[in-house]
């Protein structure tokens, strides 16, 4: 670690460190003040890690003291659920097992003692920890995922937090589009806040339309004509994209590559810009040396077509097969593999 990097751990320990006041309420203030996050404005993406990381150990500080100081106060088992949250976000920055085996077992241990009232909080949390821990998941996870929720469900089915539960779960399971399907019909008549339910009502839309023919058209930035129907025959890579979401910016290479792999000639792509701006969009395509024909109609997340199709997250990858069906809600994964796969059909 470098001077700089050091100095700025330092202060940040100086500055997040929080100091025992004596009484619970004043411990507790000190560790609710912290819930503003990390202050200043870290100069590269090294200090940023390494002021969170100070920030981390000064909540786990103030937590581990307050459990000890104040056992017996009411607010001690949330201490216990903030600190096993700390320990878990401590492990997915360093890539240490140890935080996230302490975290474990911390939510273990609450399971046994918690209350009827307390009990949601930690099977919240430990569906919550699991999620954490996945990085690409197997099969084997997502099922597991699926299965902790809808036991949270069948134990919980008044908590509040259901149907954004419910809503996170799907995300994962755009390749087996019943249970996506599932999930979310069992989010949206629980959904209260209207961002929520409009993004259910978005999810839905996409994983109907799997298996029909989809309808895009419009006006390429080149000021061309282009339609989704005029390309059947082969199979379509459709990528809503845009310069503003930096997923976007690596996953645009990632399809010019995956297509590189196919036979020639065998695949098409159509891009859709949820740009605002043309002439960053434009900036994008020729940055990367991009020839695919995209639809560019300047109303960014209010376009028609994106209304239309339900999209609410970029990037979005979709596969249609030669009659323009679409039959992938994810080709970003293995895309290669996906065309490949429709075109042995």
Same mark, same amino acid.
């Given at each position: 670690?470098?001077?700089?990097?050091?100095?700025?751990? *330092?202060?940040? *320990?100086?500055?997040?460190?929080?100091?025992?006041?004596?009484?619970?309420?004043?411990?507790?203030?000190? &560790?609710v003040a912290l819930d503003a996050g990390p202050?200043?404005?870290?100069?590269?993406?090294?200090?940023?890690?390494? #002021?969170?990381?100070?920030?981390?150990?000064?909540?786990?500080?103030?937590?581990?003291?307050?459990?000890?100081?104040?056992?017996?106060?009411?607010?001690?088992?949330? +201490?216990?659920? %903030?600190?096993?949250?700390?320990?878990?976000?401590?492990?997915?920055?360093?890539? +240490? =097992?140890?935080?996230?085996?302490?975290?474990?077992?911390?939510? +273990?241990?609450?399971?046994? !003692?918690?209350?009827?009232?307390?009990? =949601?909080?930690?099977?919240?949390?430990? /569906?919550?920890?699991?999620? %954490?821990? $996945?990085?690409?998941?197997?099969?084997?996870?997502?099922?597991?995922?699926?299965?902790?929720?809808?036991?949270?469900?069948?134990?919980?089915?008044?908590?509040?937090?259901?149907?954004?539960?419910?809503?996170?779960?799907?995300? $994962?399971?755009?390749?087996?589009?019943?249970?996506?399907?599932?999930?979310?019909?069992?989010?949206?008549?629980?959904? /209260?806040?209207?961002?929520?339910?409009?993004?259910?009502?978005?999810?839905?839309?996409?994983?109907?339309?799997?298996?029909?023919? &989809?309808?895009?058209?419009?006006?390429?930035? !080149?000021?061309?004509?282009?339609?989704?129907?005029?390309?059947?025959?082969? =199979?379509?890579? #459709?990528?809503?994209?845009?310069?503003?979401?930096?997923?976007?910016? +690596?996953?645009?290479?990632? /399809?010019?590559?995956?297509?590189?792999?196919?036979?020639?000639?065998?695949?098409?792509?159509?891009?859709?810009?949820?740009?605002?701006?043309?002439?960053?969009?434009?900036?994008v395509l020729g940055k990367q040396d991009i020839?695919?024909?995209?639809?560019?109609?300047?109303?960014?997340?209010?376009?028609?077509?994106?209304?239309?199709?339900? /999209?609410?997250?970029?990037?979005?990858?979709?596969?249609?097969?030669?009659?323009?069906?679409?039959?992938?809600?994810?080709?970003?994964?293995?895309?290669?593999?996906? #065309?490949?796969?429709?075109?042995?059909?």
């Amino acid at each position: 670690m470098n001077l700089r990097a050091c100095a700025a751990v *330092l202060l940040a *320990l100086l500055f997040f460190s929080p100091a025992r006041a004596g009484t619970a309420e004043e411990d507790w203030q000190a &560790i609710v003040a912290l819930d503003a996050g990390p202050q200043g404005k870290p100069r590269t993406s090294e200090e940023a890690r390494n #002021v969170t990381l100070a920030h981390l150990a000064g909540q786990e500080r103030g937590l581990r003291a307050f459990v000890a100081a104040h056992s017996g106060d009411a607010r001690a088992f949330e +201490a216990r659920l %903030r600190l096993s949250r700390a320990l878990q976000i401590r492990a997915d920055l360093t890539g +240490a =097992p140890e935080p996230r085996a302490e975290a474990t077992r911390l939510l +273990a241990e609450l399971s046994k !003692t918690a209350t009827p009232a307390q009990q =949601p909080e930690v099977d919240f949390a430990k /569906i919550a920890a699991f999620m %954490r821990s $996945l990085g690409q998941p197997t099969s084997e996870q997502r099922a597991t995922l699926a299965a902790m929720a809808r036991r949270f469900q069948s134990d919980h089915p008044s908590d509040r937090r259901l149907a954004a539960l419910l809503a996170e779960v799907a995300t $994962l399971f755009d390749m087996q589009p019943q249970t996506k399907l599932s999930l979310l019909e069992g989010a949206q008549p629980l959904a /209260i806040d209207e961002q929520l339910k409009a993004r259910i009502a978005d999810d839905l839309t996409r994983v109907r339309l799997l298996g029909k023919a &989809i309808a895009l058209s419009g006006t390429t930035l !080149t000021g061309k004509a282009a339609d989704v129907a005029a390309m059947r025959g082969k =199979p379509v890579l #459709v990528v809503f994209f845009a310069e503003f979401s930096p997923p976007s910016l +690596a996953a645009l290479p990632a /399809i010019k590559r995956a297509v590189a792999e196919l036979p020639k000639d065998s695949a098409r792509v159509l891009g859709v810009s949820l740009d605002k701006d043309r002439a960053a969009a434009a900036a994008v395509l020729g940055k990367q040396d991009i020839a695919w024909p995209v639809i560019f109609d300047g109303k960014s997340w209010e376009s028609p077509p994106v209304r239309a199709l339900g /999209i609410n997250a970029l990037p979005t990858v979709w596969l249609l097969d030669a009659e323009g069906r679409l039959r992938s809600l994810n080709a970003l994964e293995g895309a290669a593999g996906q #065309v490949r796969q429709l075109l042995r059909q």
